[in-house]
């Protein structure tokens, strides 16, 4: 089986980051992206095929609490950002058994890193986690674009969706940051999601009038290696 030099394409564009990187950092856009180059290293590292992944930060340490990557051979519910919600709290148990009103992390502290933008179930366990923030990558339209089936229902009306009490607002709810690193994240999505442009969708891409957008990313993603499958590593 021939799988996507996804790892190798990816560091063509960016030297690998490691999380002692990010720390010295200042700026919100620069700590966000070296988070970001850090969550697609390990994507592409753990399952190329479907390469979204994500980390959980603890903004105020400025420190990976834990990480994630989609697992779908394991579990296909097991997206980026579930995995990562599951490890953290495996490593962090309730200290009471008592995960909901006492937590073994303090969740307002963090931050989800996500290569893809969160589908409304990781965007929902975002809101019920209580993490701080959510930053991501590309978008579900572009992910869909690229070939995969995505529900197309961005994490912004997933939020303005949540509710506390009586249909009032919910005053905690993550800020939300999209189109981090983008291209790099884009270039993983478009070559891994090949196996799934068929002749269906050309034709559809054709109908709406996204030639245009095709031959944009081919001649800005270029792919090495098309993958044939999507094994995890």
């Known amino acids: 089986m021939k799988l996507f ?3 190798i394409l990816y560091l063509a564009y960016f030297n690998y980051a490691s999380a002692t990187d990010c720390q010295g950092l200042e700026s919100t856009k620069a700590v966000d992206e070296c988070y970001m180059k850090i969550a697609l290293d390990y994507a592409l590292i753990h399952n190329p095929g479907f390469p979204f992944g994500a980390l959980i930060v603890d903004h105020t340490k400025n420190d990976i609490s834990c990480y994630g990557a989609n697992s779908n051979k394991k579990n296909k519910l097991l997206h980026g950002e579930t995995a990562a919600f599951w490890n953290c709290t495996e490593l962090y148990p309730s200290p009471t058994q008592d995960d909901m009103f006492n937590p073994g992390l303090d969740w307002s502290h963090q931050t989800l890193y996500t290569t893809g ?3 409304p179930m990781c965007a929902s366990q ?3 986690r209580g993490v701080h923030r959510v930053v ?3 978008s579900i339209p572009d992910i869909n674009k690229s070939g995969r089936q995505q529900l197309m229902i961005s994490m912004h009306d997933v939020v303005a969706s949540a509710k506390i009490g009586a249909n009032l607002p919910n005053p905690e709810v ?4 999209g189109g981090v690193l983008k291209d790099a994240c884009d270039h993983a999505f478009w070559c891994a999601f ?3 442009r068929d002749q269906e969708y050309y034709a559809a891409m054709n109908k709406d009038g996204l030639e245009a957008y095709i031959t ?3 001649t800005r ?3 090495k290696d098309v993958p044939e499958g999507h094994d995890e590593l």
């Open 221 to 223: 993603f270029p792919c």
């Open 126 to 128: 975002s809101i019920y």
């Open 194 to 196: 090949s196996v799934f």
């Open 117 to 119: 933008e969160p589908c």
């Open 216 to 218: 944009d990313r081919n």
């Open 136 to 138: 991501w990558g590309t």
């Open 5 to 7: 030099s996804a790892a």
């Open 174 to 177: 993550p800020i939300l940051e």
